[in-house]
């Protein structure tokens, strides 16, 4: 069972998200992005975004960012600075100065119990608990974290960070 082991504010400066834009309509057999993902290793799409320099402010983390506009985007890519030229073949958005509330996820990454409608609410919860209000249409994001989430611990579990758009 997932367990939320911190839960803690950031503020960002404003960045470019450098990815592929993808709607329900990509979805795998299992409803998820997952064969999306491995699209993205099997070809290599990281590199070209890490050669442009990564954003620290996450990590240099991989990132699935979603949002709900006109229905479900969930956009895979890296935060690079504002600016950064695009790469052909790359979609971008840029997203203004912000602060996400963030849960760091413990479980285990291939029973999926890291992902979906109940860890999102769970995480909303746990802000709320904060006394922090979630953004209006927020952005919300699953930040791949290395070595957090590439390497599973003694029990075979990860940990995912899971951030939310907040208000104001």
Same mark, same amino acid.
């Given at each position: 069972?997932?367990?939320?082991?911190?839960?803690?504010? #950031?503020?960002?400066?404003?960045?470019?998200?450098? +990815?592929?834009? !993808?709607?329900?309509?990509? =979805?795998? /057999?299992? %409803?998820?992005?997952?064969?999306?993902?491995?699209?993205?290793?099997?070809?290599?799409?990281?590199?070209?975004? #890490?050669?442009?320099?990564?954003?620290?402010?996450? +990590?240099?983390? !991989?990132?699935?960012?979603? =949002?709900? /506009?006109? %229905?479900?985007?969930?956009?895979?890519?890296?935060?690079?600075?504002?600016?950064?030229?695009?790469?052909?073949?790359?979609?971008?958005?840029?997203?203004?100065?912000?602060?996400?509330?963030?849960?760091?996820?413990?479980?285990?990454?291939?029973?999926?119990?890291?992902?979906?409608?109940?860890?999102?609410?769970?995480?909303?919860?746990?802000?709320?608990?904060?006394?922090?209000e979630v953004a209006p249409s927020p952005w919300f994001m699953e930040r791949y974290n290395h070595p957090r989430f590439?390497?599973?611990?003694?029990?075979?579990?990860?940990?995912?960070?899971?951030?939310?758009?907040?208000?104001?």
């Open positions: 069972m997932v367990e939320v082991v911190k839960v803690v504010k #950031e503020h960002v400066p404003a960045l470019r998200f450098i +990815g592929k834009r !993808y709607t329900d309509a990509d =979805r795998d /057999a299992q %409803g998820g992005f997952a064969a999306r993902w491995e699209e993205w290793f099997r070809e290599g799409r990281f590199a070209a975004l #890490e050669a442009l320099g990564m954003a620290p402010e996450h +990590g240099n983390a !991989y990132i699935g960012l979603m =949002r709900f /506009a006109d %229905g479900f985007e969930y956009w895979i890519g890296v935060f690079v600075p504002s600016g950064t030229p695009v790469p052909d073949g790359y979609d971008w958005i840029d997203l203004p100065e912000t602060t996400f509330g963030t849960c760091w996820l413990y479980g285990r990454e291939d029973s999926g119990e890291l992902y979906g409608e109940a860890v999102h609410m769970l995480c909303v919860s746990r802000l709320e608990e904060q006394g922090w590439t390497t599973p611990d003694q029990h075979g579990k990860v940990i995912l960070d899971y951030c939310i758009q907040l208000a104001g």
